[in-house]
T-cell receptor, first 113, second 115 residues
Framework: AQSVTQLGSHVSVSEGALVLLRCNYSSSVPPYLFWYVQYPNQGLQLLLKYTSAATLVKGINGFEAEFKKSETSFHLTKPSAHMSDAAEYFCAASEGGGNKLTFGTGTQLKVEL | SAVISQKPSRDICQRGTSLTIQCQVDSQVTMMFWYRQQPGQSLTLIATANQGSEATYESGFVIDKFPISRPNLTFSTLTVSNMSPEDSSIYLC????????????FGEGSRLTVL
């Protein structure tokens, strides 16, 4: 069975600072990995996904994530935070592909002036 | 993409009652998924609803507690039956793009509080 762990339920950064949201997975087969974002009072939307092609994946709004098999990680980064990035971010995995996703517990990102 | 509307967006319910959540999609989709997001926890898949067949429930979820209807390719309902305070959660409807890639579209969720 697979699991997804997000370290840090709350992360606070200054505007313009680096954003780093951590995600580790455990899976018996190569997973597909995803980052979803949920803005206040909205549904989740896909930020980016890894599907066994390039290990560095670029998504919307300047976010990117790197798949590191040796570390079983898929951390999300953005070089410079913007106030509009404040949201909850969910890492998810799909074992071998498919639509049955296992989600992490989410990380609330706060961006301060 | 897909636009998903859920009703109600939030409700406060009494213990022992049942509530039906509706999910409407702006395009035909094969599979619809119902998730639960309990306070401070991750999203958990309740069941997968296919049109024309019974829903497939995940471990720990049963049809008697969470009956699901899927009358057509754009609509589904989830009922939370005989509610208790432990059922207080956000319930989310989602659909895929039909490509089986894990790219899901989500509704805004229905926030239920059971007193």
């Amino acid at each position: 069975a697979q699991s997804v762990t997000q370290l840090g339920s709350h992360v606070s950064v200054s505007e313009g600072a680096l954003v780093l949201l951590r995600c580790n997975y455990s899976s018996s087969v190569p997973p597909y990995l995803f980052w979803y974002v949920q803005y206040p009072n909205q549904g989740l939307q896909l930020l980016l996904k890894y599907t066994s092609a390039a290990t560095l994946v670029k998504g919307i709004n300047g976010f990117e994530a790197e798949f590191k098999k040796s570390e079983t990680s898929f951390h999300l980064t953005k070089p410079s935070a913007h106030m509009s990035d404040a949201a909850e971010y969910f890492c998810a995995a799909s074992e071998g592909g498919g639509n049955k996703l296992t989600f992490g517990t989410g990380t609330q990102l706060k961006v301060e002036l | 993409s897909a636009v998903i509307s859920q009703k109600p967006s939030r409700d406060i319910c009494q213990r022992g009652t049942s509530l039906t959540i509706q999910c409407q999609v702006d395009s035909q989709v094969t599979m619809m998924f119902w998730y639960r997001q309990q306070p401070g926890q991750s999203l958990t898949l309740i069941a997968t609803a296919n049109q024309g067949s019974e829903a497939t429930y995940e471990s720990g979820f049963v049809i008697d507690k969470f009956p699901i209807s899927r009358p057509n390719l754009t609509f589904s309902t989830l009922t939370v039956s005989n509610m208790s305070p432990e059922d207080s959660s956000i319930y989310l409807c989602s659909v895929d793009k039909g490509l089986d890639t894990g790219e899901l579209f989500f509704g805004e969720g229905s926030r239920l509080t059971v007193l």
